[in-house]
């Protein structure tokens, strides 16, 4: 079995600040973790994947991950925001039964 | 187009009424999945199908039964809507097995409210 603990609800940065979500998980196989984002009213996008290559996931519109076992973390970072990244982002697991589990969301908020 | 269409996109319906809600997909992928989403709990699994013929339920079934009608088309039935199930639902597919990327793919999801 598998589970995730996204470390926040909300999370507010300023623009051209630093952002980070955390993301923590559990598994007992290796796993293959994923981070969607949610803008307003529309359905979940991948913003970016782990699947045992690289240990540096870099996605789209400037965000990236790393998957550190040692922590079983998989933290996301953009290192300017911009207003457009205003959504809720859901990191989320899986292994080899094909079955993703979902943390509960991070609300993202961009100020002026 | 969208790979994964979803309709209603928006419902609104009684306590007691037994309602459909219909996913299709021009991805041609075998696995497809339905979750609904409540604020604060993200999305979990109601029920998959990895075929056709094959349906499992998942993390949070009660209330709700699935049927997969081909290999594009996966529906949602509740059999008697009650309020706690007002939700955010999502369909979704993912790759076949052996190309390795786990990958889930969603639709815009339906908006469904009981009163």
């Known amino acids: 079995a598998q589970s995730v603990t996204q470390l926040g609800s909300h999370v507010s940065v300023s623009e051209g600040a630093l952002v980070l979500l955390r993301c923590n998980y559990s598994?007992?196989?290796?796993?293959?973790l994923f981070w969607y984002v949610q803008y307003p009213n529309q359905g979940l996008q991948l913003l970016l994947k782990?699947?045992?290559?690289?240990?540096l996931v870099k996605g789209i519109n400037g965000f990236e991950a790393e998957f550190k076992k040692s922590e079983t973390s998989f933290h996301l970072t953009k290192p300017s925001a911009h207003m457009s990244d205003a959504a809720e982002y859901f990191c989320a697991v899986t292994s080899s039964d094909y079955k993703l589990s979902f943390g509960a969301g991070t609300t993202v908020t961009v100020r002026a | 187009d969208a790979d994964v269409t979803q309709t209603p996109r928006n419902r609104i319906t009684k306590t007691g009424k037994r309602i459909m809600l219909e996913c299709s997909q021009t991805?041609?992928?075998?696995?497809m999945y339905w979750y609904r989403q409540d604020p604060g709990l993200g999305l979990r699994l109601i029920y998959y199908s990895f075929d056709v013929k094959d349906i499992n339920k998942g993390e949070i079934s009660d209330g709700y039964s699935v049927s997969r009608q081909a290999q594009a088309k996966f529906s949602l039935s509740l059999e008697s809507a009650i309020p706690n199930q007002t939700a955010l639902y999502f369909c979704?597919?993912?790759?076949?097995?052996?190309?390795?990327?786990?990958?889930?793919?969603f639709g815009p999801g339906t908006r469904l409210t009981v009163t």
């Open positions: 991805k041609g992928h075998d696995r």
């Open positions: 782990y699947t045992s290559a690289a240990t």
């Open positions: 979704a597919t993912s790759d076949p097995p052996g190309q390795g990327t786990y990958e889930q793919y």
């Open positions: 598994s007992s196989v290796p796993p293959y």
